[in-house]
């Protein structure tokens, strides 16, 4: 089975971004649209793997959901750390890391002008969230000082790389 390259981040870090243009501009590989699975709700960890794998495109941006209740993002996590889900070894995690600042930068450029208090409370979780994503990854994509054709071939080279290894592994 293919491996697909799930981008994880902040919000406003160039995930779906990122997942759209190089899936030729499909939504299909965006969470955050995803029914089931979206924005609104904390899915469960196996229905958001699952979700990743059913997709028709080889990009996914994964939604940035943080819960302590064993789902979303700490529930991946969790199973990773413990190799309890064999589908996870069909997930290569690539962490698009922004700094704070260039995050809140970003946000004002998405949303026009809101107020620093409410971008310190949007990323108030911001050193918890960077720690998880890190336990998480398998590489990771500075994105600062980068244009968003920087990143998105700095994210293929990697699933070339990931490609190539899995090529082998397949013929045995």
């Not at 209740?69 to 529930?75: E, I």
């Amino acid at each position: 089975m293919k491996t697909k390259v799930a981008l994880i981040g902040a919000s406003f870090s160039g995930k779906s971004t990122c997942a759209r243009a190089l899936n030729s501009d499909s939504n299909d590989g965006d969470m955050d649209l995803g029914e089931g699975v979206g924005a609104a709700r904390c899915p469960e960890s196996a229905t958001m793997i699952q979700w990743i794998l059913d997709r028709s495109v080889a990009y996914v941006a994964v939604s940035v959901h943080v819960e302590d209740d064993g789902k979303g993002l700490r529930g991946l996590r969790d199973l990773k750390r413990e190799r309890a889900d064999g589908r996870l070894a069909q997930i290569h995690f690539v962490y698009l890391i922004a700094t704070k600042e260039d995050l809140k930068v970003r946000a004002r450029e998405k949303l026009g002008k809101p107020t620093d208090a409410k971008l310190d409370e949007h990323f108030r979780g911001y050193e918890r969230d960077d720690r998880l994503f890190r336990e998480l990854m398998d590489d990771i994509v500075d994105v600062k000082g980068k244009t968003r054709h920087e990143v998105e071939a700095e994210v293929q080279t990697i699933a070339s790389r990931v490609l190539q290894r899995q090529a082998p592994a397949q013929a045995r």
